[in-house]
């Protein structure tokens, strides 16, 4: 098992930049794959990307902010990134981390193919 906690979110202006963070516990963090979600009130949980653990190392990005956010993690420290720049007023939800056993990501990837969640972060973009 694995236990996921997002930080980093908060309120920010349109064009700016956020580092959220998933720091992971439990054993071998690598053997999963880690994807961030964002989720606004009343639609579908939207998959952004993720990261699968070394040293299988593979990363996938959205579409729909390909260019704008980067997927990212660190084994040693047990811990998984979504860097998000430029970031516009649609970017507003509630942002999550999960995790899944596995080493290959893809855009196949869906809210029902993971186990593990964290709690969720606010991400407010607004001028």
């Known amino acids: 098992q694995v236990q996921l906690v997002e930080s980093g979110g908060g309120l920010v202006k349109p064009g700016d930049s956020l580092r959220l963070s998933c720091a992971a516990s439990?054993?071998?963090?690598?053997?999963?794959?880690v994807s961030w979600f964002r989720q606004v009130p009343g639609r579908e949980r939207e998959f952004l990307g993720g990261?699968?653990?070394?040293?299988?190392?593979?990363?996938y990005v959205a579409n729909s902010v390909k260019g704008r956010f980067i997927v990212s993690r660190d084994d040693a420290e047990n811990t998984a990134y979504l860097q998000m720049n430029r970031l516009k007023p649609e970017d507003t939800a509630v942002y999550y981390c999960?995790?899944?056993?596995?080493?290959?990501?893809?855009?196949?990837?869906?809210?029902?193919?993971?186990?593990?969640w964290g709690q969720g972060t606010e991400v407010t973009v607004s001028s």
């Open positions: 999960a995790a899944r056993q596995g080493y290959r990501i893809s855009g196949n990837d869906k809210e029902t193919d993971y186990a593990y």
């Open positions: 439990g054993r071998s963090f690598s053997e999963y794959i």
């Open positions: 990261a699968s653990g070394s040293p299988f190392t593979t990363s």
